[in-house]
């Protein structure tokens, strides 16, 4: 059986914070300002297939909109006003070429797909919302994929410059920005489980060590992954972590409630770290679902970890706003 962890105020409604409630109020507002900017820039597009993608993308915003709307009324958050239902103009402007037109709107798929993920990453006190927010970040990453592709396809897409590898090859090349990500994830790793086994050493909770046991299967799954990847295109690879250590440092000077903590604010940056990596991996498509399945693993992981916490009453939770009867 499911054990909700969804607080309840006295009256039987849900508990929403101060966060969550600035996260559903500025993606509306921000979604209606992509909507008024699609509604004004395809009439002066040329393509027939970007006019079909930004047609099947102004729905997809659309449905977005209405679920956060659906949210915000739920909560009683004061609503924005709504963009124009249509704009029309016979006017022509030779500087909106079709170009022109697909990077501003692949701009914006990159920054919805950032404050989406800040909206999953930070609601921490409503279960159910933060579910929301990870769906509609889902969504919109398939979406930017798509997008993505039409640009390479029609050559709207300024590539990135390739990594130099000792021995050029024509297949599975990649940009300087995706052999970055490479290194800085492995690095990222190494750091992550140096300090997860330390933590582990120090934690005195069963259910805590357990955990930590866990994440550190997972995260050394992931370092090996990634270390594969980085001898196939010769990325240089960082020193590894000690195989064992033993710390000096007296267990009972760490809390259990600080290593759960700090353990999950790591996962918070990690998160943001993968996100990065997903799009900004333009040039090959194999990585750029690698690293999509390590943000899908993360929020998984984080998703469970909190609520862990959230039981054990070790979560900073912001300052909840109780709805007016």
Known sequence: MQISLLKKNPKNQEIIDIEEIYNIWQLINYKYDVVHSIHLFKNFVHDRELDVALTDNLDNLQNHVNQLVDEATKFKIKHTRRPPRDVKTSMTIEEFTDQYIYRAFYGDFEENCFRL????????????????????????????????????????????????????????????????????????????IELTTYFYDSAHDADLRAILKLGLASLSKQAADLEAKMTHFEVPMPQRPPENFKTPIDPETLEDEFIFRTILRGLQEAMDLHLRAVVESTRNDSLRRFFHGFLETEMEIFDKYLKYGKMKGWVHTPPANIMPS
């Open 117 to 192: 993920n800040r909206a999953v990453r930070s609601s921490t006190t409503n279960d159910r919302l933060r579910s929301v927010f990870r769906q509609l970040l889902k969504k919109r990453l398939d979406n930017f994929n798509d997008f993505l592709e039409l640009g390479k396809l029609k050559g709207w897409l300024e590539p990135d410059p390739t990594y130099k590898m000792a021995k050029p090859t024509r297949q599975e090349e990649l940009n300087v920005a995706e052999a970055f990500h490479l290194w800085d994830h492995i690095n990222m790793r190494y750091d992550q």
